[in-house]
Structures are given as structure tokens and as C-alpha cells.
């Protein structure tokens, strides 16, 4: 089965500092990986995406994802976090059978100024 | 640029009745995803539509029904509320459903009292 794991429910950063959010997944074949960020009572929005290619991926904002397959993992990380990334992040791979999204359970980032 | 629009935003309803969720794609996207996310939890797949059709579905109760329209707007029917379907209902959509990265409504927040 399919799936995504967000390691930690809750990451917390020093404005200005380099920061992580760390994601893995088990998929079989290769796997198609997704960042979206939800502020408060907004909708999700999408980051970045690694589908082929490159495995340092950059996107919106500033942040990028390095895909990493013999360790099946897809971190997001930004070089100097601003206090506006605080958020809710959620890492996503699509399913092989269909299209739609599977989820992890999402970190939130708390950038401290 | 135009984004995925969801309406109402906000609804209350009470147990056992009915409530109607809409979602109105990105222009000349035609594939809609139905997701749902309970508090503190990630988006879970209900169903998706491609060229007003279903194409794949997920944990979606048999109490919910959904349909896409010729205009590729979508409605989700849900009957027989349960406290328990209190959550945020996203709306995403893709041009094509081969298309990689979703685009996310604000989500409709469905409280059920």
C-alpha cells in the first residue's frame, strides 16, 4: 500500500534559520511526490513537485525538496525561514491506481522571530 | 488568475438533515477532486470526476453522492448528516486528469450540530 509519513507533528524554527520538514513514502514503482502548504482556514496550496529529473526541486516561496530514492524520502527545506511560513505542511505522493492524493498527517511550522 | 471557487464557505446544519457543497473548477479544467479533512487531520479522498464522470472514489459514504455538471462544476450531496461529517470539504481541480500538481478551493467548513 501506499503511503506518506510525516516523522514530526511540529517543527519549530528561529526566523532566519535553515529549515526542515521531513517527509518518506512507500510507494511501489517510481513515486509521484508533492509539498502544499494550508495557512489557517485557507485552502491548500500547492509548493512544489518532483515527478522526474533533478532531485533537488525548487517551488514557491523559496523552498525546495531534495528526493532522495535509496532513502525514500522528500524533505522540504528553505534556507532562511520567515516568520510568514508559519503553517501547516502536508507531503503527498498520488496514487499509482488513480489520481487523487495521499496524505501524511502533516507537520506544523512554527518560525519564532 | 482565476482559482477554484467552493460554496458556501461556511455551513451549519443539524443531524439527519441534507446539505449541498459546490465547486466550480478552474476554467478549461475539467477533472474535480473531493476531499475531506477532519480537525487536526489530513485530507482524506472522497471521489473525483473527469469529463463528468466518475473516475475514482475513495472513503466516500454511501449517505454522499456527487456529480459533475456539463459546465464541469461539481456538487457534493450529502444526506443523513452525522455529527461526525463536521470537517472541511476541498475541492481541487487539474486540467486533465493526467495533470500532475492539484489546485485547491478555500474549502467549505460544514459544521453539523
Known amino acids: 500500500a501506499q503511503s506518506v509519513a510525516q516523522p514530526e507533528d511540529q517543527v519549530n524554527v528561529a526566523e532566519g534559520n535553515p529549515l526542515t520538514v521531513k517527509c518518506t513514502y512507500s510507494?511501489?514503482?517510481?513515486?509521484?511526490l508533492f509539498w502544499y502548504v494550508q495557512y489557517p482556514n485557507r485552502g491548500l496550496q500547492f509548493l512544489l513537485k518532483?515527478?522526474?529529473?533533478d532531485n533537488l526541486v525548487k517551488g514557491s516561496y523559496g523552498f525546495e525538496a531534495e528526493f532522495n530514492k535509496s532513502q525514500t524520502s522528500f524533505h522540504l527545506k528553505k534556507p532562511s525561514a520567515l516568520v510568514s511560513d508559519s503553517a501547516l505542511y502536508f507531503c503527498?505522493?498520488?496514487?499509482?491506481?488513480?489520481?487523487?492524493?495521499?496524505w501524511g498527517a502533516g507537520t506544523k511550522l512554527i518560525i519564532k522571530p | 488568475a482565476a482559482g477554484v471557487i467552493q460554496s458556501p464557505r461556511h455551513l451549519i446544519k443539524e443531524k439527519r438533515e441534507t446539505a449541498t457543497l459546490k465547486c466550480y473548477p478552474i476554467p478549461r479544467h475539467d477533472t474535480v477532486y473531493w476531499y475531506q479533512q477532519g480537525p487536526g487531520q489530513d485530507p482524506q479522498f472522497l471521489i473525483s470526476f473527469y469529463e463528468k464522470m466518475q473516475s475514482d472514489k475513495g472513503s466516500i459514504p454511501d449517505r454522499f453522492s456527487a456529480q459533475q455538471f456539463s459546465d464541469y462544476h461539481s456538487e457534493l450531496n450529502m444526506s443523513s448528516l452525522e455529527l461526525g461529517d463536521s470537517a472541511l470539504y476541498f475541492c481541487?481541480?487539474?486540467?486533465?486528469?493526467?495533470?500532475?500538481?492539484?489546485?485547491f478551493g478555500p474549502g467549505t467548513r460544514l459544521t453539523v450540530t
Open positions: 518532483y515527478i522526474t529529473g
Open positions: 481541487a481541480s487539474t486540467p486533465g486528469r493526467l495533470s500532475y500538481e492539484q489546485y
Open positions: 510507494v511501489s514503482g517510481n513515486p509521484y
Open positions: 503527498a505522493v498520488r496514487d499509482k491506481n488513480g489520481y487523487q492524493l495521499i
